[in-house]
């Protein structure tokens, strides 16, 4: 890293990676996961780590991570490229996991980190706000009632922010249930990516 602002996100990167605030509270203990970069051109704001995830240190190195790279219509390579996709979610560790799904992202994260983060960003043309924690922090009051409302009002904060489902197998029902998602919103995804990432 040369220039000042890459150093200052370096620096950063490393008080994040020694990161302890939520020990007690981490089943497999604090393993950050986050890709950061001054030049990264989209934002991709999940939930927190998955086991898989955590273990590998890899973010959405799991089927989630599949489905989303097909949602965005880019490859494995393009999509961890850190110097054009900034991956930040709302939680850096794994949380653990309860009876229907992994716990809600621990929000020491999002209060400490993300504030200091996000000015360190200014390249971003796109930021994909991944399920209801990320949309709560990124969308605010402009958020609708629920998630699918808000997914499907994305017009609503495009081209900036997108609003997404979580990919995960878990919501295969819910895709299933909304049709217009694939047939409307994901051609519209794949294109702004393709075109901010140009």
Not at 38 to 66: C, K, M, W, Y
Not at 156 to 184: C, G, M, Q, T, V
Request: aromatic content about 8%; charged content about 20%.
């Amino acid at each position: 890293m040369s220039s000042s602002a890459d150093q200052n996100l370096n620096k950063l990167f490393r008080e994040i990676r020694k990161c302890d605030l939520c020990a007690p509270h981490l089943p497999k203990g604090p393993n950050p996961v986050l890709r950061v970069s001054t030049s990264a051109t989209i934002l991709i704001a999940g939930q927190a780590p998955g086991i898989r995830v955590h273990e590998s240190s890899i973010p959405f190195n799991d089927p989630s991570g599949d489905r989303l790279r097909q949602w965005m219509g880019i490859d494995v390579d393009s999509f961890y490229d850190q110097s054009r996709i900034a991956i930040i979610p709302m939680g850096f560790c794994y949380p653990g996991s309860a009876n229907r799904g992994d716990l809600p992202p621990r929000p020491e994260c999002c209060r400490t980190w993300h504030p200091r983060l996000l000015p360190m960003l200014s390249n971003l043309g796109l930021t994909l706000a991944i399920g209801t924690y990320a949309q709560n922090y990124y969308l605010g009051k402009l958020r609708k009632k629920s998630l699918t409302e808000t997914v499907a009002n994305w017009r609503d904060y495009a081209p900036a922010i997108i609003p997404l489902p979580h990919p995960s197998p878990r919501n295969n029902i819910w895709l299933k249930r909304n049709p217009w998602f694939e047939k409307e919103l994901l051609p519209e995804l794949a294109n702004r990516v393709a075109h901010v990432l140009c």
